[in-house]
């Protein structure tokens, strides 16, 4: 069974910093493209970062510059180290796995940042 376990959402005021994990099983991990996406209230769920098996980084503009994935292959999980966060980052953040074949998600982290 694929369980995708997110944590360290909370609430932040605006510049304050704020760390979230992700902790895969049931999956071959290294070989997944691991990303966060988030979800704000009456908005489509967009992705924030992934990071492929090779480690290569993808980023959405709006988060270019403060946020930063990393994954450990070892402990098969995945991170997101959000920096100058903004009321506009506030959203559920979920955490997704995928490979050619499948697709899986977390069932999300609140993250609330105040101004």
């Known amino acids: 069974q694929v369980q995708l376990v997110e944590s360290g959402g909370g609430l932040v005021q605006s510049g304050e910093s704020l760390s979230l994990a992700c902790a895969a099983s049931g999956i071959t991990f290294r070989t997944y493209v691991m990303g966060w996406f988030r979800q704000a209230p009456g908005k489509e769920r967009e992705l924030v970062a992934d990071?492929?098996?090779?480690?290569?980084?993808n980023y959405a503009d709006s988060v270019k510059g403060r946020f930063t994935i990393s994954r450990n292959n070892a402990r098969n999980t995945v991170y997101l180290q959000m920096n100058s966060l903004k009321p506009e980052d506030t959203a559920v953040y979920y955490c997704?796995?995928?490979?050619?074949?499948?697709?899986?998600w977390g069932q999300g982290t609140q993250v609330t940042v105040s101004s």
């Open positions: 990071i492929g098996s090779t480690d290569i980084k």
């Open positions: 997704n796995a995928r490979s050619n074949s499948y697709q899986y």
